[in-house]
């Protein structure tokens, strides 16, 4: 069992930056792929980006790749998601998600691949 708390959610202007962070419970957080995920008023959630048990592969959606960066600290069992030159269509509620099974980050795009998510961390940019 592993439960996701999300933090750093906010009102931010076009072109600033936030960073989300979402800690994990448990012993076993750097056997998880961990990944991002949005959801807009009336939209489906899609895939932001993930990064591997090891933090060194990342994969990223094309409409946040070169703005978003996603990182981890196995420590800290915290993985984490900057966010620059933020848009207003980057507005959402945005959920860090853990998954067991995925082999690796470069089949972890799917939200049905993820075993555990937070509860979301509202972010909003206004134009």
């Known amino acids: 069992q592993v439960v996701l708390v999300e933090s750093g959610g906010g009102l931010v202007q076009a072109g600033g930056s936030l960073r989300l962070s979402c800690a994990a419970s448990g012993r076993s957080f750097a056997t998880y792929v961990m990944g991002w995920f949005r959801q807009a008023p009336g939209k489906e959630r899609e895939f932001v980006a993930d990064i591997s048990r090891g933090a060194s592969i990342t994969y990223y959606s094309d409409s946040v790749k070169g703005r978003f960066t996603i990182s981890r600290d196995n420590a800290k069992n915290t993985v984490y998601l900057q966010m620059n030159s933020l848009k207003s269509e980057d507005t959402a509620v945005y959920y860090c998600?853990?998954?067991?099974?995925?082999?690796?980050?470069?089949?972890?795009?799917?939200?049905?691949?993820?075993?555990?998510w937070g509860q979301g961390a509202q972010v909003t940019v206004s134009s």
């Open positions: 998600a853990a998954s067991r099974g995925c082999s690796s980050a470069s089949v972890c795009f799917a939200a049905a691949s993820y075993d555990y």
